[in-house]
């Protein structure tokens, strides 16, 4: 693990960010670990680390907007905005699925960089490249905090991370003794 890794870990571990215990993921799959990134974004000068040592990765994006997929990257995706200079939206969910609203567009082609906190599968990155697409943008690349599928999770643009780890997941119905032991918690996402 390098040093910076092992900093955004640490940062995770402090913050109580990384939980312990049975947790059922977005993707409906299960984990005796969970990435409680709201934790993270009590502490701001953590969210401004995080994003000072994701930022030197966006160098190969060219993009003129970070577009953040509600609720995980809302917060480091405005800091990213932020500390490269560039414009911010969001997209919220509307029926459990991403939507581009409140008025936001894009320009004909506008370069887009999508920054989402963490991915298992990239379920909410997916839809938020389409929403880019669906409403006249273009893609550029995907930033992630934390990558659960230790970079087997691809996307039709670039993805960078921070931190790429694979803690095991189930399915529901095949869970190890020690987890199915312990009462499942879903903690939101």
């Given amino acids: 693990m390098s040093d910076t890794q092992q900093e955004v870990l640490d940062i995770f571990t402090r913050t109580k960010a990384l939980l312990r215990g049975h947790f059922i993921l977005r993707s409906g799959l299960r984990s005796g670990h969970f990435f409680q990134c709201a934790r993270v974004c009590e502490d701001m000068a953590a969210v401004s680390r995080l994003t000072e040592l994701l930022v030197p990765k966006l160098v190969d994006f060219e993009f003129s907007t970070v577009l953040a997929p509600a609720m995980g990257g809302l917060v480091i995706g405005q800091e990213v905005a932020r500390q490269t200079g560039k414009r911010y939206l969001f997209a919220e969910k509307v029926d459990d699925k991403l939507a581009i609203r409140r008025g936001f567009t894009f320009a004909p082609g506008e370069k887009v960089l999508v920054v989402e906190d963490v991915i298992t599968r990239g379920g909410r990155v997916n839809e938020a490249i389409e929403q880019v697409k669906a409403h006249g943008g273009t893609p550029v690349g995907v930033a992630v ?26 399915q529901p119905d095949a869970l190890p003794p020690e987890l199915a032991a312990i009462p499942a918690e879903k903690p939101g996402s």
Avoid: H, I, N, W
């Fill in 145 to 170: 905090l934390v990558d659960r599928s230790a970079g087997q999770t691809s996307f039709e643009v670039p993805c960078v991370s921070l931190l790429e780890l694979s803690f095991p997941t189930y």
